[in-house]
């Protein structure tokens, strides 16, 4: 087993998060702010890549950090360590709403594949690249691009997810259409693709977007119930504009209300 072999337990029901427990000399790789907390004796160091040798050489881990930058994630990740004897725990928390997800590589033939903003941490020694579409209309129409986050190695990763979570194991040709930001990941054997909804008035008035992604089997399918960007759209909608109230406020007691209700801002 080339990743370290760690202990873990998700704590929480919808404001969750992963606490692991590193034996000497283990280590597990973050994203940037995802760290929560940590026991005296563990060392954190930034590190540029995933830190898991896969790019050996300056260059390699030159291309290794950049392509990170295509998933919109930063050059560098943050490890950390435990450097001392006993065993030593360290948080990581979801950045909102919804549920963690422990993936164990070994279980989806060392690969899986997931939205680029979905990867939390993972053992060290798990390499966290990209993984191209290979097809033109899944770039352009897939919601995600080109890109998602790809996952390999023999260790544990932790993925999140908005709101409530289903797992969706497919058969030999069965296929899923799921709505495209809704998918958390996948394992290798599944086929990505997207399908147009069809129809002037889906089109016109479906309120759904222009296309279906479409998942086929063999393979196990993560879907997750409110998508962050769905949530972020919808406040961004009920924002106030031009400093008028926000939408749907209709207090009749108007200013008066508003000062009654805590909000005092003018």
Known sequence: MTAHEIDYEIIGEEMQYVEIELDPQEGVIAEAGSFMMMEDGIKMDTIFGDGSNKDKGVMGKIFGAGKRLLTGESLFMTAFYNEVVGKKKVSFASPYPGKIIPIDLTNYGGKFICQK??????????????????????????????????????????????????????????RLKIDTGCIIGFSKGV????????????????????????????????????????????????????????????????????????????
């Open 117 to 174: 903003d979905a990867f939390l941490c993972a053992a060290k020694g798990v390499s966290v690249g990209i993984e191209f579409s290979r097809k033109l209309g899944r770039g352009l129409f897939g919601g995600e691009g080109f890109i998602m986050q790809k996952l390999e190695g023999d260790g544990m990763a932790f993925v999140h997810a908005g709101g409530t979570t289903a797992r969706k194991e497919l058969q030999a040709g069965e």
């Open 191 to 266: 086929n990505y693709d997207i399908e147009f909804v069809g129809g002037i008035k889906n089109t016109i008035f479906g309120g759904e977007g222009l296309f279906f992604a479409t998942l086929t089997g063999p393979g196990v399918v993560y879907i997750q119930s409110l998508p962050f960007s769905r949530l972020a759209n919808r406040v961004l909608a009920l924002a106030p504009r031009g400093g008028g109230k926000s939408k749907g406020e209709g207090s009749i007691l108007g200013g008066l209300g508003d000062l009654l209700d805590g909000d005092n801002s003018f």
